[in-house]
């Protein structure tokens, strides 16, 4: 038996453009879409999240001058191209999914409607949350502990292009250390970089546990899903008495 029932992936724009740094990079398709298609044969369902900044972000443009909420909507039709490029990636694997959106545009999505959502990954198939919350001003972060709320998933998987939470950005910063696991306040009070605020704060109010890791590495969603020591755990409270932080 799975040691979940029901999970939700939030991938960021970035994670599809590979070493390209922008657009979509086709052989990072479908790695993705390989995972989902792992995760799925466990009998685990599945439910995905994703960002649009390889395309546009909203808070880029923003600070660029335009209007943010325009550039928020904009960023949200940017998480719906990117949605239609997982679906058709999962699809042609044999995958069955459905893209479901915030924004109303029947003729490429169903609308958002909790109940058919989970109807969908009662049946097997593969949900993808299409134009975040709806609403500018608001991160597909949120969107993730949202929507992993309504359905009733029992675990988030934030993937990312590092192996975990760390103390400083490891790219800048040697001898960085890596947290192996934190409580929901403790990354928030820490101002760590996991989540948004208010995306934490859904999770910590509703208990939902996170795990940061590293998406790049091939077979980590299933680790996770396994128990393996992958990545940086986020709970409401320490799986053990041990310290959660480095010493």
Known sequence: M???????????????????????????????????????????ELAIVIGGGNIFRGVAGASAGMDRASADYMGMLATCMNSLAIQDALEKMGVQTRVQSAIAMQQIAEPYIRRRAIRHLEKGRVVIFAGGTGNPYFTTDTTAALRAAEIGAELVLKATKVDGVYDADPNKV??????????????????????????????????????????????????????????????????????????
């Open 2 to 44: 799975p040691r979940y029932r029901r999970i939700l992936l939030k991938l960021s724009g970035e994670a599809l453009a590979g070493s390209r740094g922008q657009g979509i990079d086709t052989d990072t398709l479908q790695a993705i879409a390989r995972e989902c298609k792992q995760v799925r044969e466990r009998g685990v």
């Open 174 to 247: 040697p001898g960085a250390r890596r947290y192996t696991e934190l409580t929901h306040h403790e990354v928030l009070t820490r101002r760590l970089a996991v989540m948004d605020s208010t995306a934490l704060s859904l999770c910590m109010d509703n208990e939902l546990p996170i795990v940061v890791f590293d998406l790049s590495v091939p077979g980590n969603v299933l680790r996770v899903l396994d128990g393996e020591p992958v990545g940086t755990w986020v709970r409401s409270k320490p799986a053990g008495a041990a310290p959660t932080l480095p010493a």
